[in-house]
């Protein structure tokens, strides 16, 4: 059985970032695939051996630096999971509450970047299609996530998004699962693939 933890969902689901968890469910469902969704509250602990996928997801302002110093707090449990393949998505500000972790830089933007977006990725074929509303970029342009055709990507850049093994940040959202079939197939694969679940 798969288990996906996502965090914090009553503190970071602005503009309707649950719908990733939807899409995600409704995949499983469709290919009857065993879950279960574990929803992480501000008091519950992390347990990160225990997850396939750890999602996180945008959120208003006031809510960012609170789930910052929560999640400080697991920064060596973070970044194991990470170095042992285990799948992280990061979407929207969430990029910002994530940076404590030193794999890529934030920078603040005075101007808020708000954009429709079009973009390719090497993760699947096709376009990705999304939206952009937030004030901060990643910085770096290494370990890009996706091309940007429209909209705007890391540091004023066409590269937008942050890809280390199966750790996934981007400012984009959508949400990015819910408009994106192709996208989501590949995480559903990917989960698939590292539990070794039979699709058939």
Known sequence: ????????????SLYGENGNIKALIYELNKQNIKYKIVLIDKEDK???????????GSGRPKYLEEVKKRLF????????????????LATGNATYILDFLELYEIKYCEKRQVHDV???TSLCKGVI????NTEYQIASTKNILF????????NNTQLEGYKEKN???????????ARN??????????LTHKKNVDNS
């Open 46 to 56: 992390l347990e990160f051996s225990k997850y396939d996928l750890v999602y996180i």
């Open 1 to 12: 059985m798969l288990t996906i933890a996502h965090l914090y969902p009553y503190e970071l």
């Open 73 to 88: 707090l697991y920064k060596k449990e973070i970044l194991s999971y990470i170095e042992n393949n285990g799948i992280l």
């Open 129 to 132: 299609k999304g939206f952009q």
């Open 118 to 120: 079009l973009a390719t």
């Open 181 to 190: 079939d192709n996208l989501n197939h590949y995480f559903i694969s990917l």
């Open 147 to 154: 091309n940007i055709e429209e909209g705007c990507g890391n």
């Open 167 to 177: 750790f996934y940040a981007t400012t984009i959202i959508g949400p990015i699962l």
